[in-house]
Nanobody, 127 residues
Framework: QVGLVESGGGLVQAGGSLRLSCAASGRTFSSYAMGWFRQAPGKEREFVAAITGTGGKTHYTNSVKGRFTISRDNAKNTVYLQMNSLKPEDTAVYYC????????????????????WGQGTQVTVSS
């Protein structure tokens, strides 16, 4: 069992920045690929970004490329999502998730491939 707790969400003006954190339990955090997903009211949960276990590979959905950066500090069992140049359409509940199958080998953008999920943190971007 992997426990995940997101933090860092809040209200920010368009064009501003926010950094989300996801603290993970477990002794083998570096063996898990980690992803960020987001879900707005009435919409499907969608992939945002992911990173392999040791941070060697990252992937982003097109709408956030150049604005968001995913990173991890395995010594702290924490994954981050730095969000810059925020837009109102970024407003959503952001969830971190662990993929225990792909680990450091590959990245999945598919929600069903992720095995453990946090409770989410709200990000609201005002116009």
């Amino acid at each position: 069992q992997v426990g995940l707790v997101e933090s860092g969400g809040g209200l920010v003006q368009a064009g501003g920045s926010l950094r989300l954190s996801c603290a993970a339990s477990g002794r083998t955090f570096s063996s898990y690929a980690m992803g960020w997903f987001r879900q707005a009211p009435g919409k499907e949960r969608e992939f945002v970004a992911a990173i392999t276990g040791t941070g060697g590979k990252t992937h982003y959905t097109n709408s956030v490329k150049g604005r968001f950066t995913i990173s991890r500090d395995n010594a702290k069992n924490t994954v981050y999502l730095q969000m810059n140049s925020l837009k109102p359409e970024d407003t959503a509940v952001y969830y971190c998730a662990a993929d225990i199958q792909r680990g450091n080998w590959d990245i999945s953008t598919i929600k069903a491939d992720y095995d453990y999920w946090g409770q989410g943190t709200q990000v609201t971007v005002s116009s």
